[in-house]
Each structure stands twice: as C-alpha cells, then as structure tokens.
C-alpha cells in the first residue's frame, strides 16, 4: 500500500508544502520528494512525441511525388534482418517516407546482401522524372562490422556508407570519421545520434504541410512503425551537479528500428549535402528539364524532320564550362 507523509502526525502540512517548494525547480529534489513525500512512483517523463497524431495524418502516394529532388535510404542490420528505409526529400528539407522492407535472413550469409543490393539499385516510381534512383545510403556498422565494411566498400563508389552511431549532445549529423574499421581498408562516417534524434523529433511536431521539414508518410506504414518511430525520449539527469540530455527507450517501448533507419537516412542526405549537393538548384534543374523535353516534343510534333540540336536548352541545363589553368614555371 501507498501512504503519503500528510498522515504523520510528526511532520505539519507548513513542512510539506515547504519542502514541495523548495524542490519544484529542481528535478533531483522533487524526484526524492515524489518518492519520500507523496509515496509515489517517480515517472521521469522527457520530451516525447506521440505516434496517434501520425497515424492519423498518413497519406495516399504510391510513387515518389513531384517534388522530390533525392531519394536516401538507412538500413539497421538486426541479428535475423536487415531493415531498409527508402525517404524521398525535396528542397525545402520535407520528407516523403517511401516505404519500409524487411529483409529477413541470416546477416552472416551472402543472399540477404544481394537482396539488399539489388533493392537500393531499384528504380522507385516519380511522378515528375518517371522515376528516381537511391542518391545514396547509410547502414549501420554496429553489428556484423566486418560484412557490413565489405558491403560498403565494394559500392563506395556509389555512396553506400558504412556509419557509426555516437552519442553526445553537439555533435554533427554527419563527419567522416579519422581512422578505419578494424582490418579493412574503408573510409566511415560518424553520426551524431542525439542531433539526428533533436531533428527528426523537431520535425516530426510540425503539424503544417506546408512548412519547410514536414514528415509525410504513405498508408504502408502501419501502427508499429510509428510507435518505433516515437520509441525515444529525450531526458535530462544530473551528474555531479552538471546537467546532461541523453535520449532513452520510454516505457513500455522496446523496439526502436524505425527511428534508427529514419535517422540513417537522413544522414545519408546530410552526406550528398557534405559532397557539394543543392537540393534547390536539383529541384530547378528539374523543373528546367520537364520544360525542355515538353518544347522538345512539340517541336518533333509539328515537325518530325527537325533537328533538335537547334532548340535552345535552358542556361542551367548547360554543362559549366571548365577555366583552363596554365602552370608557370621558373
């Protein structure tokens, strides 16, 4: 049973309101009070985002829709899977969710990697381009580190990366990382955990699609990604008196995989940015091109003998032209 210190006749109501007063502020002191005053279980609530609001928000969307300038992908390798998240993201940093697979299997086998491979070399769907390849892809390094830097390393080229999970408040989203994964040959990047947490849950409490960083999401994701999704919480604890925010699994939550491939995407976008991408000149090289094939395919209309060559391209379709550099010498 619960009994609360307004029954003891040693201590006053003057007291416990005192003593309610001078702990408030401080989360420590109000912890013990909780515990000791009122007979209560401490509940360290931090702050959180709740999945009802998103699920109620999905929306309809098969393909990439017209503004998506990139496609990225996250993938959590798990001890029987690997899970993969594909995020479309346009110029003003909103994010079209997709679609999650499940690719189940044993990590330490070949197949499941080939399955990976030739999903992040599938084509996904897009209304404006007809359709888009994957910019690029962060996997997490955890667990299986060696297969996962093999994997990585062969497709390098093709900006698959192996990563890093770090903790810690201030750190980057994304930094190459200074040394090399054990026994193999392969550059990797560090990700900034806690930021990339701060982000995505900053993002995910706007409630506007028209606001720059809104997170749509399609009706494939059912209620478990979303309780996933929202499976942290950012806390606040006091070691030697200095203040420290970490981010926790909340009660009763056990799984968080698709916040993590959610953040490893999102990476994988801050990695294109980092290698000199801009997401709003993508977008208006886009729009520029839609406009340059339709006049072209008018013109072919009314005159099937013309010579393309002769229809005047938009100057930002055309290559930059290279300044040629004399060395000296003497």
């Known amino acids: 049973f619960l009994l609360w210190e307004g029954y003891s006749p040693w201590v006053s109501l003057r007291e416990i309101v005192q003593g309610f007063l001078d702990a408030k502020d401080d989360p420590e002191m109000l912890k013990t009070f909780i515990n000791t005053s009122l007979g209560e279980v401490w509940e360290d609530k931090g702050e959180r985002v709740e999945e009802d609001k998103l699920i109620q928000r999905r929306e309809t969307y098969t393909s990439a829709p017209p503004e998506v300038v990139v496609i990225t992908a996250g993938v959590d390798v798990q001890d029987d899977r690997l899970e993969v998240e594909r995020i479309g993201w346009t110029a003003n ?80 989203i994304l930094k190459r990382a200074p040394g090399r994964i054990k026994k193999l040959n392969l550059e990797f990047f560090m990700v900034g955990t806690d930021t990339v947490k701060d982000v995505i849950y900053n993002r995910l409490k706007i409630d506007n699609p028209a606001q720059p960083g809104y997170c749509h999401f399609n009706m494939d994701y059912d209620e478990n990604h979303f309780k996933q999704l929202t499976a942290e919480e950012a806390k606040i604890s006091y070691v030697k008196g200095r203040k420290i925010r970490y981010y926790a699994l909340r009660p009763g939550r056990k799984r968080n995989e698709a916040l993590d491939i959610f953040g490893y995407s999102l990476a994988a976008l801050e990695g294109l940015k980092l290698y000199g991408m801009n997401l709003r000149r993508r977008w208006e090289k886009m729009i520029a091109q839609k406009d340059y094939n339709e006049k072209v395919r008018e013109a072919v209309e009314h005159n099937p003998d013309v010579n393309i060559q002769t229809i005047e391209k938009p100057a930002i379709l055309k290559p930059k032209r290279r300044r040629r550099v004399v060395g000296r010498f003497g």
């Open 93 to 172: 940093n909103q994010s079209y969710g997709l679609g999650k697979k499940i690719l189940l299997g044993d990590p330490g086998a070949q197949r499941i990697w080939d399955d990976l491979d030739d999903l992040l070399l599938t084509p996904i769907p897009h209304d404006l381009v007809g359709e888009m390849s994957i910019s690029a892809c962060c996997v997490d390094s955890g667990y299986l580190t060696q297969m996962v830097g093999k994997f990585c390393q062969e497709r390098w080229n093709r900006r698959v990366w192996a990563i890093k999970g770090v903790a810690g408040e201030g750190r980057p």
